[in-house]
């Protein structure tokens, strides 16, 4: 993988990168980036009727087939959802995997949610962040990995605060995002809240303020908003 380009999205449950960044990740697939999706829990605890052990068989597989179509990897930690804390247990864990796949971009969740996981994702990535690019951090004999650039997507659970700043023009990934979108069930509305709904139009919004049909948008840490001209 040396000298790739390698773009890991870290989600708190399965569909939340899919989502939020899927047509982003679908662009650096096409591209010729390594694109991987890290799931810390499958968000197994979020159906009505269905027990947490069938619904997380469901959004395995759910995962397991937008994955596909978007061209990215999967990768399914053993953490439970609505549980994620901010412990360097799992921070270490994500170290490791950040070591073994060397991003050279990870995009996860802004810290500013209504949803304790997102908040406590945003955080656990940081951490791992800094684990995996330490070298004094011992994480079963890997070798730290370099600066990697870090983005926050655009959730409808993350908008407080949330402030774009870099805009990725999906409108020629939009139709295949969306069947990656389709292969959650709560992709397809059978949910309570209409995800498609908000995401589409949303990316629609990001589309006109920068001139194009789509678009998705990430926010960066506010040390990271300077652009270096010789003139303007």
Known sequence: MEGKQVLVAVGAHTADMEFSAGATLLKHRKAGWDVHIVHLTLGEKGHKTLSPLEYGLQKKREAEEAAAILGAVPHFLPFKDGELTVRDEIARHLARLFRDLR????????????????????HITRRARFFATNPHFELDQTLPIGYTRLFYAENWED?????????????????????????????RGEGTFPYWDWYQSQTRIRGIEVGVSYAQAFAVDQEGMRLKKELL
């Open 159 to 187: 908008h407080q605060n949330f402030l774009p700043y870099v805009y990725v023009d999906i409108t020629d990934v939009f139709d295949d995002w969306k069947k990656a979108f389709s292969c959650f069930a709560i992709g």
């Open 103 to 122: 991003p050279t971009v990870i995009i996860t969740h802004w810290k500013d949610s209504i949803h304790t996981d997102h908040t406590a994702c945003y």
